[in-house]
């Protein structure tokens, strides 16, 4: 039962907000926003947005920086551009920029401003060093630094046989393109150049390379002089290698080479003639040599020249070629034998004899070999006419 004066909805709150009827023209007109807040009298500041200017820029350039030695350390240690093996040549006080260059222009890196980069960033700005080297086909920068760090540059040889005369030596080494600078004036007695292979980079002097042969031959004949045999008839230093040199001419063979010094020795402590081949071609040809198509002549044999030990006594005045260590060691302690003879036996090698019979019987059946050599040659050019000519010739040399 209601109260009197209460209504059905007399019990219902009034609503917070009430509706407030619209017209249709400020229905359909926007409601203004929420406004931004103020900006602050700092952040409105020129050096604040200086600064961030100025960090946003080193992020770029940090991240561009990044890039670029990124791409530039896998450039500096990738295959580089060369297809095939070629040598590079460094010269004396060549910095790394020229050595750049001219790498970049040889085709052998890429790109010489990353060459550089690379081998100051590696510390290497200093220690690259002067040479030849050989640089493998693909080979990458980063190798090419450390071949040059290395100095392990290209090495050429030349090679002095034993028996050359100085004459003979002072031609192969001005021929040697790898060597610099002139030959000098006046050539070096004979048998005082190091008869070796000689090892050099290229870039080296011959005058250099001729002191050293010159040292080492003085050293190796000082050394071996020191602890010959004591009772050798030779007075002094020359005559070792003048007997030496000459012990070096009659025979290549390494096994008979101190039993020839010891027919030169024996013959020496009895007063005999050397009567030694090699002699005669010095005395007449000198350092030049004879010619290979010429024979040794009756005539020659007579000829007197300070060197032909058929006609003088003892040894001649100067060595007749430059001696290896092999044959001063056989002079310095030859066999001990009382052979005074000796004849080429036709297989590159001698035998020996103690007597002039026995020394005859040996020279026979050697001018026996070079007969019949002389008749079959003969048969070989009637058998072949194309050889006739050559073997008619041999023929008369012989």
Known sequence: MNTPGQGEG????APANPIVPKTAQEALRPEIGTPPPKRSRASRNQIVVFMNFMMSTAVLVILAGGAALYFGKQEFNGEGPSAVPSTFLVKEKTGVQDIADQLERRGLISDARIFRMGVRAYGNDGSLKAGEYEIQAGASMHEIMELLKSGKSVQYSLTIPEGL??????????????????????????????????????????????????????????????????????????????????VEKETARGDERSRVAAVFINRLNKGMRLQSDPTIIYGIFGGKGKPADRPIYRSDIDKPTPYNTYTIKGLPPTPIANPGKASLEAVANPSKTKDLYFVADGTGGHVFAETLDEHNENVARWRAFQRKVVEDEKAAGEADPAKKDATTTNAVKK
């Open 10 to 13: 007399a019990g219902r709150a």
């Open 165 to 246: 005369t100085v004459e003979q030596a002072w031609k192969r080494i001005a021929e040697q393109e790898a060597l610099t600078g002139d030959m000098p004036a006046e050539m070096p007695a004979e048998g005082t150049l190091a008869a070796d292979t000689q090892r050099f980079t290229r870039g080296l002097t011959r005058q250099q390379i001729i002191n050293k042969m010159l040292a080492d031959q003085k050293e190796l004949v000082e050394t071996i002089w020191q602890r010959r045999t004591a009772d050798l008839p030779i007075a002094d230093v020359n005559e070792f290698v003048t007997l030496a040199s000459i």
